[in-house]
C-alpha cells in the first residue's frame, strides 16, 4: 500500500503560468518530505525539501507547501518554463529511517 | 562533480537467468539504495545497504539478492529472472550513518528486459 500518493498522472500548463503538484501522505510519522525531478532516460534529481518543523521552503522560482494536518504537501513552480517539463515525484521519510517512500509521479508538460 | 554511474544503461536477458547490475558511487556515501520503477506506480524500494557488507530490505525484496563488499559499489543480483521484473532500476546514494540526512543521489538507470 502505497504511503505517499500523487493523484494527478499528468499536468499541462502554459508557459509562464503556474504549476501547482500535489502530494497526499498516510503515514503521521513522515517528517522529512521531498521533490524529485527526473526526464527521460536519466536517474532523478533532487529538487526541494521541507523538514515537519516548517510549512513552506523556497528556492527560486520552486516553493514547497506542507500541511501537517492535512497530510499534504504541495510543489509551487513559478513561472513555468519548458525546461520544467519532467515527471516529478514526492517522497517522505519518519524518524530515523534511511529510506525514502516515493509517490507514483506527476509527468509535467510545459507548453510554449 | 558527484557520480552515480550504473554499468549496464540497458540489458535484454531471457527468463531464468542470473542478472547482474552494478552501482558505484564516487561521494564516499555511506549509505546505498536500489529501486525500481514502474509506471503507475513510482519508485519502490528493493534493497539499501548503510554500511560495508550490511543490507537491509526494502518494500520488495522477494526475487533479488544484494551485495555489498565494498563502500563504494552495491550489486542488484536477479538470481533467475522472471518477466515481472522487466523494469527501470534505479540506484541512489545517501550520506548519513545514522539519520537520514540528506538527499538521494541518483544514478542514470539499467533498463532491464526479460523475455
Known amino acids: 500500500d502505497q504511503q505517499v500518493k500523487q493523484n494527478s498522472p499528468s499536468l499541462s500548463v502554459q508557459e509562464g503560468r503556474i504549476s501547482i503538484l500535489n502530494c497526499d501522505y498516510t503515514?503521521?510519522?513522515?517528517?522529512?518530505f521531498l521533490w524529485y525531478k527526473k526526464y527521460p532516460a536519466e536517474g532523478p534529481t533532487f529538487l526541494i525539501s521541507?523538514?515537519?518543523?516548517?510549512d513552506k521552503n523556497e528556492d527560486g522560482r520552486f516553493t514547497v507547501f506542507l500541511n501537517k494536518s492535512a497530510k499534504h504537501l504541495s510543489l509551487h513552480i513559478v513561472p513555468s518554463q519548458p525546461g520544467d517539463s519532467a515527471v516529478y515525484f514526492c517522497?517522505?521519510?519518519?524518524?530515523?529511517?534511511?529510506?525514502?517512500?516515493f509517490g507514483a509521479g506527476t509527468t509535467v508538460t510545459v507548453r510554449a | 562533480d558527484v557520480k552515480v554511474t550504473q554499468s549496464s544503461r540497458y540489458l535484454v536477458k531471457r527468463t531464468g537467468e542470473k542478472v547482474f547490475l552494478e552501482c558505484v558511487q564516487d561521494?564516499?556515501?555511506?549509505?546505498m539504495f536500489w529501486y525500481r520503477q514502474d509506471p503507475g506506480l513510482g519508485l519502490r524500494l528493493i534493497y539499501f545497504?548503510?554500511?560495508?557488507?550490511?543490507?537491509e530490505k526494502g518494500d520488495i525484496p522477494e526475487g533479488y539478492s544484494v551485495s555489498r563488499e565494498k563502500k563504494e559499489r552495491f550489486s542488484l543480483i536477479l538470481e533467475s529472472a522472471s518477466t515481472n521484473q522487466t523494469s527501470m532500476y534505479l540506484c541512489?546514494?545517501?550520506?548519513?550513518?545514522?539519520?537520514?540526512?540528506?538527499?538521494?543521489?541518483f544514478g542514470e538507470g539499467s533498463r532491464l528486459t526479460v523475455l
Open positions: 541512489a546514494s545517501s550520506r548519513g550513518t545514522s539519520r537520514y540526512t540528506g538527499e538521494l543521489f
Open positions: 503515514n503521521s510519522m513522515f517528517d522529512y
Open positions: 521541507i523538514s515537519s518543523i516548517k
Open positions: 517522497a517522505a521519510s519518519a524518524g530515523n529511517d534511511y529510506k525514502l517512500s
Open positions: 561521494m564516499d556515501h555511506e549509505n
Open positions: 545497504s548503510y554500511d560495508v557488507k550490511m543490507k
